[in-house]
């Protein structure tokens, strides 16, 4: 994503700048490595972030503006999440209210109605069908008018396991919301097997039936009753998407999140804006 340098300029001097502070929050352990690194390097420098752990950076550059433009390039080209600064020079300039609200503006009905189907924000996830934890058949479709997290895993990932707690807190934490719903659909592998892991963890969320049966079964159905390979909808395991009340991606993450609790108050602000 490239920038222009005065517009750069401008920003800066609109987010102000405060005393060096903690490391960002939210970043995977090669993002903190890299941040570190980072703190070392020959100024001009800058350190850009994105929801859900993306991260880019540049250093030993000609201005502070080049810096900024270049960190934001590298961490939009590993995420299609909205990137911005987190710290220029010795500076940080991460804007602690702006952050829970990137992934607005919403769409309103009539954007809505024209998005085309993917897995990308600003599109409309397929429409997967499964069971709830009821046993009822469902499609995504069916929670119009919810914020949404989808959430593709497997009890035989260990990526997976180790992030189960956490989504599992922040869906305690947002227990209070009837405007919410978790879909969690297991690949490759029978519900009860998915079932059986979790209820061992003490994990309390509860898991929609995905329809997969053995480790073979690598596709997931959709409300028309056609299929669509698992590795469409999870480009890795787990993959999570987070749909505003009109059923639009407004957050994608192929591969795990790191720390789901941090993304509270983008769900909330989510659960506040959309669908108006």
């Given at each position: ?19 060096l502070?903690?490391e ?10 890299d941040?570190?690194?980072?703190q070392a390097a020959a ?12 991260w ?6 000609e201005s502070?503006e ?12 590993a995420?299609?999440?909205?990137c911005?600064a ?10 602690t ?7 607005g503006p919403?769409?309103n ?6 998005a085309?189907a ?9 429409n997967l069908a499964?069971?709830d934890?009821?046993g ?5 479709s ?7 997290v989808?959430h ?8 997976c ?6 989504l599992?807190?922040l869906a305690k934490s ?6 919410m719903a ?7 592998e029978?519900?009860?097997k998915a ?7 003490q994990i309390?969320?509860t898991l929609s039936?995905?329809g ?5 079964d ?5 409300a028309?009753g ?5 590795r469409e909808?999870?480009?890795?395991f787990p993959?999570?998407y ?15 999140v790191?720390?789901w609790?941090?993304?509270?108050p ?11």
């Amino acid at each position: 994503m490239i920038l222009h340098r005065s517009l750069i300029a401008t920003a800066l001097l609109l987010l102000g700048t405060t005393a060096l502070a903690a490391e960002p929050a939210g970043l995977s352990a090669q993002g903190l490595s890299d941040y570190r690194v980072f703190q070392a390097a020959a100024t001009h420098r800058a350190f850009a972030i994105a929801p859900g752990g993306a991260w880019g950076w540049s250093a030993d550059t000609e201005s502070p503006e080049l810096a900024l433009e270049k960190a934001l390039g590298a961490c939009q080209d590993a995420t299609p999440q909205k990137c911005v600064a987190y710290q220029v020079d010795q500076q940080i300039v991460f804007d602690t209210k702006a952050w829970p609200l990137l992934w607005g503006p919403y769409a309103n009905a009539a954007v809505a109605a024209k998005a085309s189907a993917g897995t990308l924000p600003g599109q409309r996830l397929p429409n997967l069908a499964y069971h709830d934890p009821q046993g009822r058949a469902a499609k995504l479709s069916d929670l119009k008018g919810k914020v949404v997290v989808v959430h593709v895993w497997g009890s035989w990932c260990p990526p997976c396991r180790l992030e189960m707690p956490e989504l599992n807190q922040l869906a305690k934490s947002l227990a209070d919301r009837k405007d919410m719903a978790f879909v969690l659909l297991q690949t490759r592998e029978p519900l009860d097997k998915a079932q059986r892991w979790a209820q061992g963890q003490q994990i309390s969320l509860t898991l929609s039936d995905s329809g997969t049966r053995s480790s073979t079964d690598t596709h997931l159905t959709l409300a028309d009753g056609s299929t669509v390979p698992d590795r469409e909808i999870a480009h890795n395991f787990p993959s999570s998407y987070v749909l505003d009340k009109r059923g639009l991606v407004v957050f994608a993450q192929s591969g795990p999140v790191t720390d789901w609790p941090l993304y509270e108050p983008f769900i909330r602000d989510v659960l506040k804006r959309s669908g108006k």
